[in-house]
T-cell receptor, first 114, second 112 residues
Framework: DTEVTQTPKHLVMGMTNKKSLKCEQH?????MYWYKQKAKKPPELMFV???????INESVPSRFSPECPNSSLLNLHLHALQPEDSALYLC?????????????FGDGTRLSIL | SQQGEEDPQALSIQEGENATMNCSYK?????LQWYRQNSGRGLVHLIL?????REKHSGRLRVTLDTSKKSSSLLITASRAADTASYFC????????????FGTGTRLTVIP
């Protein structure tokens, strides 16, 4: 079992739908991350939150909208996605950004866009 | 791109043998980390080596770092079927962005 919990595990949605991915951690970490991972590829960073503030947006299209309601929760709101957005979306957390601290990953949400 | 390269892309060995994976990166780093990913799961942190360290051990894992060559290796000794997974190196750069950049990964298969 991982210490970072992501829901749902699987999501199938049409291109006109609006859905949200959720991530939760209770380790007291102040940095949280969203990654996108295509099959047989490494994770690619999308967003970084540090102390509940968005610190990095790696040129992600606006159809992905992150939200950090509090230090334990991270959401990713999805709207008008494209088929190429189908991927595994991973959430991670660490004590703080940078430093010599590892990141802890959830098991991801496998997203399929019809 | 700051993404690192790993080789081999895929490695298949018999249980009990040693597995060596190599990672090369492009920028000056703060540290280098290795992660394992089982199929359909998230990544699990294995070991972190700082830029001023040359070698580190953790159980059956041995990591080396050569900052002059911008390369690292992960050795898994006495492999087990449960070690079957993808292994990624990840670097924390010194540019100030403090982002992790993952290598391309090595898919390890350990045959019982």
């Amino acid at each position: 079992d991982t210490e970072v919990t992501q829901t749902p595990k699987h999501l199938v949605m049409g291109m006109t739908n609006k859905k949200s991915l959720k991530c939760e951690q209770h380790m007291g970490h102040r940095a949280m991350y969203w990654y996108k991972q295509k099959a047989k590829k490494p994770p690619e960073l999308m967003f970084v939150y540090s102390y509940e503030k968005l610190s990095i947006n790696e040129s992600v299209p606006s159809r992905f909208s992150p939200e950090c309601p509090n230090s334990s929760l991270l959401n990713l709101h999805l709207h008008a996605l494209q088929p190429e957005d189908s991927a595994l979306y991973l959430c991670a957390s660490s004590q703080v950004t940078g430093s010599n601290q590892p990141q802890h990953f959830g098991d991801g949400t496998r997203l399929s866009i019809l | 791109s700051q993404q690192g390269e790993e080789d081999p892309q895929a490695l298949s060995i018999q249980e009990g043998e040693n597995a060596t994976m190599n990672c090369s990166y492009k920028t000056s780093i703060n540290n280098l980390q290795w992660y394992r990913q089982n199929s359909g799961r998230g990544l699990v942190h294995l070991i972190l080596i700082r830029s001023n360290e040359r070698e580190k051990h953790s159980g059956r894992l041995r990591v080396t770092l050569d900052t002059s060559k911008k390369s690292s290796s992960l050795l898994i000794t006495a492999s087990r079927a449960a070690d079957t997974a993808s292994y990624f190196c990840a670097t924390l750069d010194q540019t100030g962005a403090n982002n992790l950049f993952f290598g391309t990964g090595t898919r390890l298969t350990v045959i019982p």
